[in-house]
């Protein structure tokens, strides 16, 4: 079964534009998480989408947003980029409802953002 | 609000040292507990996950305790070897259907 796969893997962008980052989960995964890393703040939680509709928000900035499309694939968009946006952006999937465990979450490689 | 810590921030042991990692957290009514590694640069891996009505699970090398009362959780790693070198994150969910919170992670370094 192939993992969590997320594209682009690196990015470089100018301050005050735009970006596009996509996850696709594991299959039969229903749920995607969002997630940005930073040194100073660690892990941080950004919204999860479940049957491609929000079911969670973390506390950014509404300049983050994301969707989920039928097939589970999610992308997260980020505009006006700033500088504090230079970051590692990991999204993961889960099964997301039903029996066993379906919240353990799986991580993809991660999108390496850098803003200049 | 649900916080995270852990403790120590980066360890440094030889090879073959019997190993334990701790993360508190400030709530115990969780709905699980899950421990993570992180290689430098890359993604996060599973190590373990421990529902609220759980004790401890294991995996290999590796044995994850939680104690619910005390707000805290071990990750106990035995014979460590070069390559358990990375940063080992525990994230907690406060309850069904929330998200994750994650500690800070320690940064564990195994010497040849």
């Known amino acids: 079964k192939a993992g969590v796969t997320q594209t682009p893997r690196y990015l470089i962008k100018t301050r005050g534009q735009q970006v596009t980052l996509s996850c696709s989960p594991i299959s039969g995964h229903r749920s995607v998480s969002w997630y940005q890393q930073t040194p100073g703040q660690g892990l941080q939680f950004l919204f999860e989408y479940f049957s491609e509709t929000q079911r969670n928000k973390g506390n950014f900035p509404g300049r983050f947003s994301g969707r989920q499309f039928s097939n589970s694939r999610s992308e997260m968009n980020v505009s006006t980029l700033e500088l504090g946006d230079s970051a590692l952006y990991l999204c993961a999937s889960s099964l997301g409802a039903g029996a066993g465990n379906p919240y353990e979450q799986y991580f993809g490689p991660g999108t390496r953002l850098t803003v200049t | 609000k649900q916080e995270v810590t852990q403790i120590p921030a980066a360890l440094s042991v030889p090879e073959g040292e019997n190993l334990v990692l701790n993360c508190s957290f400030t709530d115990s009514a969780i709905y699980n507990l899950q421990w993570f590694r992180q290689d430098p640069g890359k993604g996060l891996t599973s190590l373990l996950l421990?529902?609220?009505?759980?004790r401890e699970q294991t995996s290999g090398r590796l044995n994850a305790s939680l104690d619910k009362s005390s707000g805290r959780s071990t990750l106990y790693i035995a014979a460590s070897q070069p390559g358990d070198s990375a940063t080992y994150l525990c994230a907690v969910r406060p309850g069904y259907g929330q998200n994750f919170v994650f500690g800070p992670g320690t940064r564990l370094s195994v010497l040849p």
């Open positions: 421990i529902q609220s009505s759980q």
